[in-house]
């Protein structure tokens, strides 16, 4: 719903991101704040309800909110729930 407010407010046609290309493009960010001392958790805790209302959003919150936080957490917490996430999604999405 809230993609879509600047599209219904302003006239603005820029097209629409889905939530999981959305996650897959904050990994070079991620990433790069990583490698500058960021710890994972101050980024992943805003992209915890990212995907509020899908199916396996619970998964998601708790198995990042479980990890991220950890000493050397690294990318690899956001990649592996997001492929795990990516097949949940399919699964309930075929047919």
């Known amino acids: 719903m809230l993609a879509e ?3 219904r407010l302003f006239g603005s046609n820029a097209p629409i991101i889905k939530r999981s290309d959305a996650v897959k493009a904050m990994f070079p960010y991620i990433e790069a704040e990583l490698s500058k001392g960021t710890y994972l958790n101050h980024i992943s805790r805003h992209m915890l309800g990212l995907f509020q209302n899908m199916p396996g959003a619970r998964q998601w919150r708790r198995y990042i909110s479980e990890n991220a936080h950890k000493p050397g957490s690294g990318i690899e917490v956001l990649e592996l729930r997001w ?3 990516q097949n949940i999604w399919m ?3 075929t047919g």
Do not use: A, E, I
Request: one cysteine or more; proline letters at 0%.
């Open 5 to 7: 407010v600047d599209s």
């Open 83 to 85: 492929r795990k996430f």
């Open 91 to 93: 699964c309930n999405h």
